[in-house]
């Protein structure tokens, strides 16, 4: 049932290929400049006329909801807010007419994020799910909505029901944007070609971990470790950090780059691993003074930066590479790492990765 790997999460990892693959095949036709889902199609004009898109989810799926917002707000010109589903439901929330609620959601069943749609559905709101499993309860309550396809998800920890989530999204902000006119046609289009190259870059960086799996037994015994990015990876950071916690019980905490220096800065010391997330983006100037700002305080820097960046791997320890793309789909590509980097903590700390103490599969209470 593992079809030969050691634990269900790395199983899991290794899908993703496939996976996105399957989520991304019969939807996005970059050929003919099309992207057919019948969700989206049967809702455009609430979708593209939506004043305000509220975004509800927990855990990692209010994290691929993050990146959502960056890309929404970009392709799209609508103002997006992301909500913890839990907070959401009881602090009586402003919810207006022609207001477009996307739920997210792996299980289908997260109580906290079921009760708030159940709540905003009865104030009138629009609700589309992003939702992995087939006939979930968070399916069968939305008006309508996109599965990510990505077939039973058996580790605790999310992973390849993340990476669905995020090309659903992209999809859907690149057809809303489209409709709406907020995006170029050139632009649309090598968006597309870019995301349609995503599920073999993915095996790129899965095909050789050894590196990974080197810098895992390196740093497993720090009591903490710090995740920043910026932009569209500063929600990977969290993703990374979050990730980290659950598989291998290390202290971790993700953050934007930028608000180090606002606070957290003062925990750096030459014990302190740093992952920044640093891939080649319109940012990647500012996270280079980032980088340097935490080597100056003697802290030990693992960057996720592109293959070939020929600055960050001179001033990091230690460098995981992921393949060039567009800035706006490099989430797909830089949590890929960091997937592994938590796996293999976990696994040479000896805990149980798949079943983390504490933790369910499918949060079924409030
Ligand atoms: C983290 C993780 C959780 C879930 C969260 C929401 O690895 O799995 O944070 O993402 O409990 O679950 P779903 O997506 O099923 O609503």
């Known amino acids: 049932e593992k079809g030969g790997y050691e634990h269900f999460m790395l199983k899991e990892i290794y899908e993703q290929p496939d996976t996105i693959f399957d989520c991304l095949r019969g939807r996005l ?78 299980s289908g069943e997260t109580a906290d994020t079921l009760v708030a749609l159940e709540s905003a559905k009865e104030k009138g709101a629009f609700i589309f799910g992003v939702v ?104 990977v950071a969290l993703e990374g950090a979050l990730k980290l916690k659950e598989i291998s019980y290390i202290h971790a905490e993700g953050y934007p780059a930028a608000e180090m220096k606002h606070g957290p800065i003062a925990l750096v010391d030459d014990k302190l691993p740093v992952v920044f997330v640093a891939t080649k983006d319109s940012y990647y100037e500012k996270i280079v003074s980032n980088v340097q700002e935490i080597k100056a305080r003697k802290g030990m820097v693992i960057a996720v930066a592109t293959t070939n960046d020929n600055i960050i791997p001179g001033m990091a320890d230690d460098v995981m590479f992921v393949p060039d793309t567009d800035e706006v789909i490099a989430p797909l590509l830089s949590t890929i790492p960091l997937q592994l980097l938590s796996y293999y903590v976990g696994l040479a700390k000896g805990l149980d990765v798949d079943k983390p103490r504490n933790l369910a599969k499918s949060v079924t209470v409030e």
């Not at 004043?51 to 855990?59: F, K, N, P, S």
């Not at 659903?168 to 046609?185: D, H, N, P, Q, S």
């Open 29 to 106: 036709l970059p050929q003919t400049g099309q992207i057919i889902m019948s969700g989206v199609d049967n809702h455009i004009d609430a979708l593209k006329n939506a004043q305000r898109i509220l975004i509800v989810a927990c855990g990692t799926s209010w994290h691929a909801g993050l990146i959502a917002e960056y890309q929404i707000e970009e392709l799209c010109r609508i103002p997006v807010e992301v909500e913890y589903a839990s907070e959401f439901r009881y602090r009586n929330p402003v919810i207006n007419k022609g207001d477009v609620i996307i739920a997210i959601s792996q």
């Open 132 to 235: 992995n499993a087939v006939g979930s309860s968070i399916a069968r309550l939305s008006h309508a909505g996109a599965y990510t396809h990505a077939g039973p998800e058996i580790g605790v920890a999310s992973t390849k029901a993340f990476t669905g989530q995020l090309a659903v999204l992209i999809m859907m902000a690149l057809k809303i944007g489209y409709a709406k006119g907020t995006i170029e046609e050139s632009r649309y289009l090598s968006l597309m070609k870019e995301l349609e190259a995503v599920p073999e870059k993915v095996k790129e960086i899965l095909a050789d971990t050894s590196n990974i799996q080197r810098i895992a037994k390196k740093y497993k015994d720090a009591s903490d470790f710090l995740f920043l990015g910026r932009g569209y990876n500063f929600p």
